[in-house]
């Protein structure tokens, strides 16, 4: 019996389909957004820093512009010190000021400042400068004593477009114009427009006794000044004699003294003296002549100790102005007659003319100080000093 060959029905395999669930698609989404959002953060923080760096740039050509002008004019001197008290540029300064470094007057770098330089839309848009710019100029005197040249710091400051650490200490340029201190952006140069100056020379030790001056009119003995010797004439009258000064000798005369007689300076001799030295007599000049340099204190004075506030007027005072206290005027004095002390001390800040010397000026006499020359028609009491000092 044959038998027979069934044969199986043949069941096809079926292999599950694997996709994508929701949930990782919305997990994929979260970091593709999480990532974009990191990439317009970057892209942010790199457009701010681009911007801080260009008005960097910006502030550094302005001042670097105003730097050079001012390295061309070498003597605009005190004139060009615009302080943080009035600087120049958004909102200060339009004004003309004294400060003029050739074609660059402030008037000019207010526009720099401004951005009126470049315009767009019909000069609607300043595109040429920096954010709430500010400029400011320092002056520093040359101090010849030290070996320090004269200096100017040119400074410029701007608002910053994010928060960060303060530019500038208090009291900078642009300090406190923006609000927060966080914006406040600064830069400075320092400029030297000229060569450091020479040590500054000094006069000579005295090697005679030295000649104070304390009052008007009072006869000097004729003195003749050989080789190696030197006079020192300081005080705050007027020197009334005459001198003679030998090769080799030195008359030393401060500032405070006037000179009312002959001085004669042979060749080789030495005169010494400060550009304020008064001279009402005659001079015979066949030596050397040294007269102090600007910022060499060959004759420091006392300061006045007085607060100008305070201080009265000055001019023209007739009859005795019996003074029962200390007492300051604000500027030069012409007693017609002369004033009663009382013991007490004036300060002028200024000149003292004095048109009579009665008596010792009143119980005991007194004091005055002055930043000027004391000039009087008589003699001064004994009791009466007069001095001189720095305002």
Request: aromatic share 6%; with cysteine; net charge neutral.
């Amino acid at each position: 019996m044959s038998s027979l060959n069934r044969s199986r029905p043949h069941t096809a395999k079926i292999n599950p389909v694997h996709g994508f669930t929701l949930i990782e698609v919305l997990v994929t989404l979260v970091i593709t957004a999480i990532a974009l959002l990191g990439f317009v953060e970057l892209q942010n923080r790199a457009q701010i820093a681009n911007l801080e760096a260009t008005q960097r740039a910006y502030a550094t050509m302005i001042a670097s512009n105003m730097a050079e002008q001012i390295k061309a004019n070498p003597e605009i001197g005190a004139d060009c010190n615009l302080t943080a008290s009035f600087d120049v540029g958004s909102g200060h300064g339009t004004w003309n000021h004294p400060c003029e470094s050739g074609n660059n007057s402030v008037k000019e770098w207010h526009k720099d400042l401004r951005g009126n330089r470049e315009t767009i839309n019909s000069g609607n848009q300043k595109i040429g400068s920096i954010k709430n710019g500010h400029g400011c100029i320092n002056y520093t005197a040359a101090v010849p004593a030290s070996g320090t040249p004269a200096k100017y710091t040119v400074s410029v400051a701007w608002k910053g477009f994010q928060k960060t650490a303060a530019g500038g200490p208090s009291g900078s340029c642009g300090f406190g114009e923006y609000g927060d201190s966080g914006y406040h952006r600064l830069m400075s140069l320092d400029v030297y427009p000229q060569s450091l100056p020479m040590a500054c020379s000094q006069p000579p030790q005295e090697t005679l006794p030295g000649v104070v001056i304390t009052q008007n009119y009072v006869g000097q003995p004729s003195r003749i000044l050989t080789s190696g010797q030197v006079l020192l004439v300081t005080g705050a009258g007027n020197y009334n004699g005459s001198l003679t000064v030998r090769s080799g000798g030195h008359v030393v005369v401060s500032g405070s003294v006037g000179i009312n007689g002959s001085v004669t300076i042979d060749s080789g001799g030495h005169y010494w003296k400060t550009s304020t030295t008064g001279f009402t007599g005659s001079l015979f000049m066949n030596g050397t002549e040294h007269i102090e340099p600007e910022g060499c204190n060959w004759f420091p004075l006392s300061a006045c100790g007085v607060n100008v506030n305070s201080c009265e007027n000055g001019g023209t005072i007739s009859g005795h102005d019996n003074r029962n206290s200390n007492t300051c005027f604000k500027e030069s004095v012409n007693w017609t007659t002369h004033p009663h002390l009382n013991g007490n001390t004036l300060t002028v800040l200024g000149g003292v003319m004095i048109g009579n010397c009665g008596g010792g000026f009143s119980s005991g006499g007194g004091t005055i100080r002055t930043t000027g020359y004391t000039t009087a028609t008589c003699t001064l009491p004994s009791s009466v000093t007069i001095e001189r000092c720095a305002q």
